[in-house]
């Protein structure tokens, strides 16, 4: 279909014909947006451009788009046959560059040829509605291009081609959104897939929809097998199934998270494993009810199982350790046993002597032997003392009294005390709530406490010796708890050594092992409790722990 000349006398029945062909042109140019559908920007610029050469007397039409910042340009070239640009769209934009620069321009401009000799008019429009969205040109040599009826339809055209365009793009972005989720989709899932954790949800109704191959060899179903009716407390071992309906589960619902241990079941063997869980509720996007119950949850049978080897080692360490401490207390011992024991002779040979006379006086006999009793147990006990501490013992925790075992450890070194000239400064509460410890495990904490102190003062000689010790009531964050405070005023503690002390194998001392406060501390915190150093104001230092006090159950 051609258009004419704008201007020239027609007859009116060429007149009505001419409107009939505008009006066809038209119409073919307001379908185009139906074969538009579904495909991408060139393919509507090429369709686009064929369309006008198609209708309008062109020589040329030439399109470029740009779709972003990163994308290369679109550039889509037609020419009246018999010329072909359609392979080679960038030489005609190269030749037009110079004339596109002002953008679309209401009339006319002639231009060299971009493809021959002479002259051509053409007419630029922008396309898409942002301006630096691309540009049509349409060119004729013929000096009455654009007609108005050509400019016309060109300008619907391109808005048309302009709005799909549009949604090419916007349908492009979704399709890439649509990607990209899926990829993240896919990545979480890879990451689910190849957690060396327990992955699994239910329904919030206990139902299981997802187990992890991890989960799934965990509690003995096979990869493939179907969840279909497996609900949650399958999974629970037996002994624990009630405490998980009746506290965890509600507690999960309330809080919305839970954690802590739960024990599981291999459903094929049977076997118990204890599980560290942190579970979850996951609400509907809307509104706020649960949609899925998670847990994220590790096996702790290994975890548990180093602990104990642990526990064990440190037992074994404490007592070597003890060992030492009681070899350095050895000559002091025997000095301590020396006492009673020469007193049993002492005793024995006057009791013989009463009753060698000739009239026994029994009176007197009587009494050596009850001395000799005193002495003997005086002796026994200072053996059973050292055997207690000597005994290879693991943990055993009882309700206990810290003033007690304080007092114990006081007897224990007493010769070390006389030997040293130390003074003791006892300040024993004695109405302090007990706390659940090892007796033998807190003798020998304060044994430590006390002898390192009494050793900090060996070489004070411008001061009295003055060991302090203290049990009194305490506070820690959760609770009522004890202190007990040995203070010393010997050679004291560097701000850089005070914790370097807890180190195991730090010691300053030629015959140290560098053992005491590394194995103090751990037994302290293995009773949940502190254990730390101050410097003194003045002299020494002050090692002080805090025990929690046990819940008593109430009455
Ligand atoms: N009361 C104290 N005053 C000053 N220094 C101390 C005191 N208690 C411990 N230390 C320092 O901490 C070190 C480590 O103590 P410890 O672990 O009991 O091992 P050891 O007594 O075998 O050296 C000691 O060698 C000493 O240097
Ligand atoms: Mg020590």
Redesign the pocket.
Known sequence: MMTRPEGATEAPADDVKHLQACINDLISVLALPAIWTGHGSAHVLRTLLDAFLGMLRLDFAYARLIEGPDAPPIEVARAAPPRDVASRPQEVGAALAVYLEGGESAGATRVPNPLGPGDVSIAPFRLGLDDEAGILVAGSRRPDFPTKFELLLLRVATNQAGISLREVRLLDEQRLERQHVEEERRTLATLVEHSPDFIGMATPDGRVIFINPVGRRLVGLGDTEDLGSTRMVDWIADDDRERFLTQVLPSLMRDERWEGVTRFRDLRTGAVIPMLQSAFVIKSPRGNHPRLLATIGRDMTEHRRAEMALRAAQAELAHVSRM?TMGELASSLAHELNQPLAAVVTNGSACLRWLDRDEPNIEEAMQAVQRIVRDANRAADVIAHTRALLRRSTAEKTLLSVTEVAREVLALVHPEVLRHRVVILESLANALLPVLGDRIQLQQVML??V???I??MMEVSDRSRELAIRAEPYRLEDGSAVLVA?Q?A????SPE?RE?????F????S??????????RSIIQGHGGRLW?TANPRH????QFALPCAALPVV
């Open positions: 030492a430590n406490l002898l390192n102190g050793e900090a040995i010393d010997g050679i004291g503690l050594s370097r002390v807890f180190d195991a730090y010691t300053t001392k015959q140290g092992l560098g053992m005491g406060l590394s194995i103090s150093a020494g230092a002050t090692f």
